[in-house]
C-alpha cells in the first residue's frame, strides 16, 4: 500500500470577515468537497447573525461537489427569515463553478454574481 503525497491531497482554505455593503463575507478556495463540508458548515453557521447577509466567495475555488452545494443550502435555510428576503448571496465566475451551482438548482434560490461585491449588492437586509 503506498502512501498519498500531499500533491494528491486536495487543497482547501476558508476564511471569513467584513467584507463590502455590511456584508460578512466567507472566502473559499481551492476543492471543497465531503471531507470539507463540516468546516464550511461551521464557518457559514458562524456568519449567520453577524451581519445584513452572508456572501459565500467561490470565486478561487476550483471545485465543489454536492456537499458543498448542501452547505450553503443548509445555510439558507438556517437564518432568520424576518430579517431579509435574501441574506445568503454566493461570488463565483469559474464556469465549473457556475455550472454546478445551476445544475444543482442553487441559482434559483440564492443569487449567484460574478463577484463579491456585486453579490453583496444582491443582499436585501
Known sequence: MSATSSADIPQFEISSGAGPDDAYVVRVAGEVDMSHEEELRAELRKAVGQSKGIVVDLTECEFIDSSAV????????????????????????????????????????????????????????
Not at 72 to 87: F, H, I, K, T, V
Not at 104 to 119: F, K, N, Q, S, Y
Open 70 to 125: 448542501r452547505a450553503l443550502l443548509l445555510s439558507r435555510e438556517e437564518q432568520d427569515p424576518e430579517q431579509g428576503s435574501e441574506r445568503l448571496a454566493v461570488a463565483a465566475s469559474s464556469q465549473q463553478i457556475l455550472r454546478i451551482l445551476s445544475v444543482m438548482g442553487v441559482d434559483r434560490v440564492i443569487p449567484i454574481r460574478a463577484t463579491v461585491e456585486e453579490a453583496a449588492g444582491a443582499l436585501t437586509g
